[in-house]
């Protein structure tokens, strides 16, 4: 069915735009009419077309940049996802339910991909390839177990596993953003608030003090020294704090760099272990959802290396599948790294030993995203006070550079 791009007026009079399949033109305006919207061009959208809002000649072209900049968060797809599922457990043809999908989904972007894999599909495709040709949307996780489901005929409940996979990874970065937003803002107004008071404050309280001529204490000196560095060169600071943040940036894009940093995070404190146990938990639950799936081990492995989110864990990822592929167990790899628990190590080898591989990375998947709970509910409880005491700390320091002047004055006038 051909697919249409859309410009027009909904019941209010806003602008909307779109896409919408149908079998031609005039079936196209008709459903828009029914769902409320009272189209004023609509351009048939073919493969490689600009489509209507992006046509044109020479200098008239027109493009959507909006479609292009839109994304597709996680949390859309695993609604689709979930969605998918539960019509093709009410034994609805592929074909329909993507159609529905298509109709359902407010994303621009999601829609005219799903629109695309709902032709390649009606035209004879599998959904697994069909999804293969939007890497952008679909990873190599969503698409290898995707075409296990089809292999194995129980895509519904692959799809189901994928939806809680999905569910979990976005309940565990929401807890993570929600723990760190908070701390963030505090340490930026913190910031703000003693650049305020070295470039605004102080140079009063100086110049009163300077009047009267008399050897200030080290504490207030220190601070007037710090007042001018921050009015004399805060332009040196614009430059080199930006400078330092962009070419910290590209160090850790290069692959030595990437490697160090990563390093790095698993060693620092108290965020060092939070980064391990994420990057674990989520070894561990992409491992146990693939082979659950049906996704071949050696497969499995090389979506997992890439999901981890650290390259120290990686690499072992990596080790352990070289080892499985010359007929040795997962687990000594893993331990050799030095990089996994002990309890990780002995579960994983009780698990490959009774062929309960699954269920036992489930199992430390579901541990280690209850302890990351519990460390960031703990961290965040204890970081307020923290950053209150040194917020205090340095209004009292400011507070007692000002004082101990005043303080010697009035020893001296007595």
């Not at 599922?85 to 994303?107: D, H, K, R």
């Not at 894009?253 to 790095?264: D, E, V």
């Not at 989520?282 to 146990?288: D, E, K, N, P």
Request: with cysteine; glycine share 8%; net charge positive.
């Amino acid at each position: 069915m051909p697919v249409w791009e859309y410009v027009g007026l909904d019941g209010g009079g806003k602008a909307v735009k779109g896409v919408i399949d149908a079998d031609n033109a005039k079936g196209a305006r008709a459903r828009l009419r029914k769902q409320g919207v009272f189209p004023t061009d609509v351009f048939e959208q073919k493969a490689g077309s600009r489509g209507v809002l992006g046509r044109g000649k020479g200098l008239n072209i027109q493009v959507d940049f909006s479609k292009y900049l839109q994304r597709v968060s996680i949390q859309d797809l695993a609604a689709l996802t979930s969605q998918l599922s539960t019509l093709l457990g009410a034994n609805i043809p592929m074909v329909e339910a993507l159609a529905a999908l298509c109709e359902q989904t407010e994303n621009a972007k999601l829609k005219s991909v799903m629109t695309d894999v709902k032709d390649k599909v009606n035209e004879g495709s599998t959904l697994a390839r069909a999804l293969r040709g939007h890497p952008d949307v679909f990873d190599d996780l969503y698409i290898n177990m995707v075409d296990a489901g089809e292999k194995s005929g129980a895509l519904e409940v692959v799809l189901l596993r994928l939806t809680q996979f999905t569910e979990a990874t976005v309940a565990l970065r929401g807890k993570l953003v929600s723990a760190l937003t908070y701390p963030l803002i505090m340490i930026a107004m913190s910031s703000l608030l003693v650049l305020g008071l070295f470039a605004f404050v102080i140079p009063k309280i100086k110049k009163v003090l300077e009047s009267f001529h008399s050897e200030l204490p080290l504490l207030t000196r220190v601070l007037f020294g710090l007042s001018n560095f921050v009015i004399d060169y805060w332009w040196a600071l614009a430059v080199l704090i930006p400078g330092a943040i962009f070419g910290f940036t590209r160090f850790i894009r290069t692959p030595r760099g990437r490697l160090w940093w990563h390093r790095r995070l698993l060693r620092l404190p108290v965020i060092g272990p939070i980064n391990r146990k994420v990057a674990v938990s989520r070894f561990s639950r992409t491992l146990a959802t693939l082979l659950t799936s049906g996704v071949p081990i050696l497969t499995a492995l090389g979506i997992v290396k890439s999901v981890v989110g650290n390259d120290i864990i990686a690499n072992a990822v990596e080790l352990a599948a070289k080892n499985i592929s010359e007929g040795q167990p997962i687990a000594p790899p893993l331990k050799a790294s030095g990089e996994f628990d002990p309890i990780v190590i002995h579960m994983i080898t009780i698990g490959e030993r009774t062929g309960e591989l699954e269920p036992m990375l489930a199992k430390v998947a579901t541990a280690y995203d209850s302890q990351v709970d519990n460390t960031v509910n703990a961290l965040t409880s204890l970081l307020t006070p923290i950053l209150t005491l040194f917020m205090g700390g340095v209004v009292g320091i400011v507070a007692l550079g000002v004082l101990l002047p005043m303080l010697n004055l009035s020893a001296a006038i007595k």
